[in-house]
């Protein structure tokens, strides 16, 4: 056990629904990321939060959003779903801002019918 | 651009066999790091190496910054070694970021 949490394990919803994610990093750690793995795709960096703050953006697109709360956990809100959001959405966490090793969580798996 | 890429793409071994996969990195980095997805899809983090070497029971891995590349060393393969081997870097020019290579798939077989 990783020690970070995500919740729901899995989601499914329909086309044109939002739908929020959310991750509770390991005790002690400021820094969260979120993934996006799809099939085609391997893992796509999306976010870095650090105690608060983004840190850093990858590709992620307008129609999701992301935020880390004052108790250090984190939510990743998907809007307007489309089918190829379809994949497994992982959050890790890390101790330090850049420099210190990264801890996931078991996914949230997400399928857009 | 900046890259990562891993290679081989795909290995399959018989148990007990020995392996080297390899991370190549474009620019130079401040963090790197060595994942392993089971096939159950958990990460779990093998390596923080940014330099040096490390081992962990029968891992191993070694980082040469000035050149640019890691390797993982994976003795006396077993089946629950199975997976995916990722190397995940952070560039000096471009903090905040973890990006991960494309993967080694392994296979093991009895």
């Known amino acids: 056990d990783s020690g970070v949490t995500q919740t729901p394990k899995h989601l499914i919803t329909a086309t044109g629904q939002r739908v929020t994610l959310r991750c509770s990093p390991r005790s002690g750690d400021l820094s969260v990321y979120w993934y996006q793995q799809s099939l085609d795709q391997g893992l796509q960096f999306l976010i870095h939060y650090y105690n608060g703050e983004e840190r850093a953006k990858g590709n992620i697109l307008e129609r999701f959003s992301a935020q880390q709360f004052p108790d250090l956990h984190s939510e990743l809100n998907l809007s307007s779903l489309e089918l190829g959001d379809s994949a497994l959405y992982f959050c890790a966490s890390s101790v330090r801002l850049d420099n210190s090793p990264l801890h996931f969580g078991n996914g949230t798996r997400l399928t857009v019918t | 651009g900046i890259q990562v890429e891993q290679s081989p793409p795909d290995l399959i071994l018989q148990e007990g066999a020995n392996s080297t996969l390899r991370c190549n990195f474009s620019?130079?980095?401040?963090?790197l790091q060595w994942f392993h997805q089971n096939p159950w899809g958990q990460l779990i983090n093998l390596f923080y190496i940014p330099s040096g070497t490390k081992q962990n029971g029968r891992l191993s891995a070694t980082t040469v910054a000035t050149e640019r590349y890691s390797l993982l060393y994976i003795s006396s393969s077993q089946t629950t070694d199975s997976g995916v081997y990722f190397c995940a870097v952070m560039f000096s020019s471009n903090t905040g970021k973890l990006i991960f290579g494309q993967g080694t798939t392994l296979q093991v077989k009895p």
């Open positions: 620019d130079s980095v401040n963090n």
